[in-house]
């Protein structure tokens, strides 16, 4: 696609339900990262899958959060037990390589209540 | 690992005067900048980077930032702001070793006013 596609735009969940949130990258971008957005803490970088190394998980905040890439395309990040603190814009980017800038998807907005 | 700092969380300015917002990272390896803009109730966007060469870099709208090593800055700047420039700012860093991720600033508020 033209740009970066993530879905669903907005989720409302129950406390302690699991969530799916999806990432289509643009097509050929070897680079895809994750980040949590919420109001006074900018972005919080999550997970960056590169290629077929192994992905940088380093900013996972719990082992509830866990994201996978399948194929070097499509990724998708999974909220276990979901607690209020969860909600935010959770934003999907990819780049080319890592010369280059990052670009990013509309996001989902994540609901817990 | 690299890390940003945004030193000022909200900007307020009147239109038509200049501006500065300031970024300072920590890295002990070369780095990639970059300063991104979202725009009220619209996705990040690249406003401008510096990978190399040129410490000085610019923008289509009237935006410069400049790397500066020494004091391991990459502030941006613009000499006269227009309300349209209402947005909030994140500065970026990356490094140029394979493998780390680009880390975000916690972004700056610019309010212009008439």
């Known amino acids: 696609g033209a740009g970066v596609s993530q879905s669903p735009s907005n989720k409302v969940t129950e406390k302690g339900k699991d969530v799916e949130l999806r990432c289509d990258p643009i097509?050929?971008?070897?680079?895809l990262y994750w980040y949590r957005q919420s109001l006074g803490q900018g972005l919080e970088f999550l997970i960056y899958?590169?290629?077929?190394?192994?992905?940088?998980k380093s900013g996972l905040p719990s082992d509830r959060f866990s994201a996978e890439r399948t194929g070097g395309s499509v990724s998708t990040l999974t909220i276990q037990r979901t607690q209020q603190e969860d909600s935010a814009v959770y934003l999907c980017?990819?780049?080319?390589?890592?010369?280059?800038?990052?670009?990013f998807g509309q996001g989902t907005r994540l609901t817990v209540v | 690992a690299q890390s940003v700092t945004q030193l000022d969380s909200q900007v307020p300015v009147f239109e038509e005067a200049p501006v500065e917002l300031r970024c300072n990272y920590s890295s002990s390896v070369s780095v990639y900048l970059f300063w991104y803009v979202q725009y009220p109730n619209q996705g990040l966007q690249l406003l401008l980077k510096y990978l190399s060469g040129s410490t000085l870099v610019k923008s289509i709208n009237g935006f410069e930032a400049e790397f500066n090593k020494s004091q391991t800055s990459f502030h941006l700047r613009k000499p006269s702001v227009h309300i349209s420039d209402t947005a909030e700012y994140f500065c970026a860093v990356r490094t140029n070793q394979a493998g780390t991720a680009l880390i975000f600033g916690k972004g700056t508020t610019l309010s212009v006013s008439s």
């Open positions: 899958f590169q290629g077929n190394s192994a992905p940088d």
């Open positions: 980017a990819s780049s080319p390589g890592r010369h280059t800038e990052a670009f």
């Open positions: 097509s050929g971008h070897t680079a």
